[in-house]
């Protein structure tokens, strides 16, 4: 049975996926794509998964499966606060994994997961780069350095009242 396409992607990816049919192997080109629609709208959905399958002429599976096994991809919303811990060699060493778990108890979420309220996400990373300042956890943009469980709290606090902040002044 066929189908019929509901046009929920944006243009410009639709426009996208057209120009990869015209070149040889256009299903070579689905983590492009997939790239190009989290970049819009933060994650993947099921509905724009099925699209891009039925426009690219491969099976929903194989679009799945691909956003699966990537871990950059996301198949959920993302918090207002991306919470990232380093779980790199030097930051493992120095008790990340102990901040990691001071975050979990602290959110009541797992990793790759949001909060209820859509405030926080957690995630942890390889290593930052900044093994000198071990632990390191970030949260969007900014980069907190020789973290403790301790400091988790506040951590989040600190986030909070940011959004805050922000949310008066608009």
């Given amino acids: 049975m066929i189908t019929e396409t509901k046009n929920t992607l944006p243009k410009e990816i639709c426009d996208f996926i057209d120009v990869c ?5 256009p299903e070579s080109y689905l983590i492009a794509v997939l790239h190009k629609l989290q970049q819009q709208f933060g994650y993947l959905t099921r509905e724009h998964m099925d699209e891009v399958a039925q426009r690219l002429h491969v ?15 996301r198949l959920q919303p993302r918090g ?29 979420v797992d990793l790759a997961e949001t909060t209820k309220d859509g405030l926080f996400s957690l995630d942890c990373t390889r290593c930052l780069g900044v093994c000198g300042l071990a632990p390191v956890v970030t949260i969007n943009d900014k980069v907190y350095s020789q973290v403790t469980p301790q400091q988790v709290p506040d951590l989040i ?8 902040t922000t949310e008066t002044k608009v």
């Fill in 157 to 164: 606090n600190r986030a909070k009242a940011d959004l805050e």
């Fill in 59 to 73: 099976p929903a599976s194989f679009v799945s499966g691909v956003a699966t096994f990537y871990h950059f991809f």
């Fill in 21 to 25: 049919l015209t070149r040889e192997h």
């Fill in 80 to 108: 207002k606060f991306s919470i990232s811990v380093c779980l790199g060699t030097a930051c493992f060493v120095k008790g990340a994994d102990k901040i990691l778990d001071a975050f979990r108890a602290e959110l009541g």
